[in-house]
């Protein structure tokens, strides 16, 4: 079974670019997380989907930021316009149960962005 | 706000010796703990979850514990191998106590070497 994936694995853009990272998760798992580490920093979480409706999106930093999960499947996380505090790596993670709040989160690789 | 620790940032053992990895939070209101490991450039891999009703976990040569009234929880690894080195990151899960969201609270992990 494929674990979580993501694309791209890097990405360097300039200052008030537009970025948009994918994320396919585990085929059936219905919880999708977004998550990310700045430098020196711990990781953080973003947000977090069941299906196709954001549950909580009490972690996204500002409105720079829209995730998307059209169909209940993979998501998309777009940074418009970025800016040089955006750099970090963007980890996805997905869970399968209803239950989700005491279920695995399975993590992917991550992206790095890195914004010039 | 949940706040995780890991003590130490940084450990550094010879092959074969028993060691013990420290994670202490300041909520005790979660649903569950999680310990992963991340190797250089790669995703998150899940170790252990321990649900807040459970005391411990055993996986193989790991064995995780809970103490929720001291917001402590520790990964042991027994006779350790160069294979284990790898950043440990333990994750605080979601809070019932209405204070937290939906995803997981991680400390900054522990940067784990074994010599040969």
């Known amino acids: 079974e494929a674990g979580v994936t993501q694309f791209p694995s890097h990405s360097v853009i300039e200052k008030g670019q537009t970025v948009t990272l994918r994320c396919d998760p585990i085929?059936?798992?219905?919880?999708l997380y977004w998550y990310r580490r700045v430098m020196g920093k711990e990781i953080k979480f973003l947000l977090h989907?069941?299906?196709?409706?954001?549950?909580?999106e009490s972690g996204m930093p500002n409105n720079r930021f829209l995730a998307e999960r059209t169909g209940g499947t993979y998501s998309t996380l777009k940074v418009q316009p970025a800016e040089l505090e955006d750099s970090g790596v963007y980890f996805c993670?997905?869970?399968?149960?209803?239950?989700?709040?005491?279920?695995?989160?399975?993590f992917g690789p991550g992206t790095r962005l890195t914004v010039l | 706000k949940q706040e995780v620790t890991q003590i130490p940032a940084a450990l550094s053992v010879p092959e074969g010796e028993n060691l013990v990895l420290n994670c202490s939070f300041t909520?005790?209101?979660?649903?569950?703990l999680q310990w992963f490991r991340q190797d250089p450039g790669k995703g998150l891999t899940s170790l252990l979850l321990?649900?807040?009703?459970?005391r411990e976990q055993t996986s193989g040569r790991l064995n995780a514990s809970l103490d929720k009234s001291s917001g402590r929880s520790t990964l042991y690894i027994a006779a350790s191998q160069p294979g284990d080195s790898a950043t440990y990151l333990c994750?605080?899960?979601?809070?019932?106590?209405?204070?937290?969201?939906?995803?997981?609270?991680f400390g900054k992990g522990t940067h784990l070497i074994i010599q040969p």
């Open positions: 993670a997905s869970s399968q149960r209803q239950d989700f709040l005491t279920d695995t989160q399975y």
């Open positions: 085929s059936g798992h219905d919880n």
């Open positions: 989907f069941v299906k196709e409706s954001k549950q909580d």
């Open positions: 909520d005790s209101a979660i649903y569950n």
């Open positions: 321990i649900q807040s009703s459970q």
């Open positions: 994750a605080g899960g979601p809070m019932y106590s209405g204070g937290g969201a939906d995803g997981l609270t």
